[in-house]
T-cell receptor, first 113, second 114 residues
């Protein structure tokens, strides 16, 4: 069964600190992996998209990594800001099956002053 | 350039009623997908429309139906509402589904079924 598991479920960090969110997936065959940021009451916003051949992709203070062999990805946030408080959702795309995208449940990040 | 817009933003319905949610895709996009997001969960894929046809469908009952119009806007209809249908319904648009295009989401419609 195609699944995306994220950890931790929630995280609290101090402003200015770094953090890393994890994503493990069993989706096969693999097409690409995406990270989205979802503010409370808003729709998700795309941060990065990585294909099989990409190991790292950055978007400002956000850096995503992908290990297609172990089927793991991480999202590293550098020098966190209060505005980084949101849910971060890992999404994996497969070329087969009825569902084009498989969503994780997200990690709820709270950045406090 | 307007992004994805959804209406209404909030809706309260009673069990057994029917509801219609609306979505206008980002300018230039031709593919629309609908998702259901329960509180504290990730979005669940309902279905996707391209060229006015349902191209893919997730594991949702036939009570969930949709439509795409010639201007690419879309509607999601839910019949015989259940309490469990209470959720945030998200619409996402993209340019010709290829699997690698970023999805642009609207801010959703919060549906409460009482």
């Amino acid at each position: 069964k195609n699944q995306v598991e994220q950890s931790p479920q929630s995280l609290i960090i101090l402003e200015g600190k770094n953090c890393t969110l994890q994503c493990n997936y069993t989706v096969s065959p693999f097409s690409n992996l995406r990270w989205y940021k979802q503010d409370t009451g808003r729709g998700p916003v795309s941060l990065t998209i990585m294909t099989f051949s990409e190991n790292t992709k950055s978007n400002g203070r956000y850096t995503a990594t992908l290990d297609a062999d172990t089927k793991q990805s991480s999202l590293h946030i550098t020098a966190s800001q209060l505005s980084d408080s949101a849910s971060y959702i890992c999404v994996v795309s497969s070329y087969s099956g009825n569902t084009p995208l498989v969503f994780g449940k997200g990690t709820r990040l709270s950045v406090i002053a | 350039d307007a992004g994805v817009t959804q209406s209404p933003t909030h809706l309260i319905k009673t069990r057994g009623q029917q509801v219609t949610l609306r979505c206008s895709p980002k300018s230039g996009h031709d593919t629309v997908s609908w998702y259901q997001q329960a509180l504290g969960q990730g979005p669940q894929f309902i279905f996707q429309y391209y060229e006015e046809e349902e191209r893919q469908r997730g594991n949702f009952p036939d009570r969930f139906s949709g439509h795409q119009f010639p201007n690419y806007s879309s509607e999601l209809n839910v019949n015989a509402l259940l309490l469990g249908d209470s959720a945030l319904y998200l619409c996402a648009s993209s340019l010709e589904w290829s699997g690698a295009e970023p999805l642009h989401f609207g801010n959703g419609t919060r549906l409460t079924v009482t």
